[in-house]
């Protein structure tokens, strides 16, 4: 008999254990004396919120930095002056990751004739040996197409273009971050 009311008193405690555990796990509860504040149910909503809070993947590992500087397409100046340089052009493949931009085939009026743009990065900074560019051009004689590579100045143009545009980007990138400097001491000297 002792071993069946052993066996029986088991059976229960593994019983109720699984039961906690289960009804435990089924989400937001928190305490009777501490309940936890309701999900927004609003996705949106929720992500602005965990970004103001500082949480999300980045919270995970530390405090909120404010003055990180990442390196995605838009706080890069050599792409932003690219992209807006090329703007009246088809992009067949913009990979960021990868430095490289190549438009389509673009023909202005004649259509037997047409070239492709291609820019490679080679540095993030802005300096005249970070892009490369490249022009083909294609000629077509009754479908009977020839493409070649073109050295021209067109390819000197646009690269100085970029540079040009990325340089005033970085000048004012730089500008509008001493402004935010000094509005934040003042605001700080307020306080």
């Avoid at 435990?24 to 919120?49: H, L, M, T, W, Y």
């Avoid at 980045?58 to 995605?72: E, M």
């Avoid at 992009?91 to 259509?111: E, H, M, Q």
């Amino acid at each position: 008999m002792p071993f069946s009311k052993l066996n029986k008193f088991l059976k229960n405690t593994a019983f109720c254990i699984f039961l906690t555990v289960l009804i435990s796990g089924c989400g937001n509860v928190g305490s009777i004396f501490d309940p936890k504040p309701p999900i927004e149910p609003e996705a949106r909503k929720r992500a602005r919120q965990n970004a103001e809070e500082g949480k999300g993947i980045g919270g995970v590992f530390g405090k909120k930095n404010q003055n990180t500087n990442y390196q995605f397409a838009t706080s890069n100046p050599m792409w932003r002056a690219s992209l807006d340089t090329l703007d009246f052009m088809v992009l067949a493949t913009v990979d960021y990751a990868g430095g490289l931009i190549i438009s389509d085939w673009y023909s202005d009026n004649n259509p037997d004739e047409a070239i492709k743009i291609t820019l490679r990065f080679l540095d993030n900074e802005v300096r005249v040996d970070a892009l490369k560019v490249t022009i083909h051009k294609k000629i077509c004689d009754n479908n009977n197409c020839k493409i070649q590579q073109v050295e021209s100045d067109l390819s000197f143009d646009i690269k100085d273009k970029i540079l040009k545009k990325a340089a005033y980007l970085v000048k004012t990138d730089k500008e509008q971050k001493k402004s935010k400097k000094t509005k934040s001491a003042i605001s700080n000297e307020r306080n």
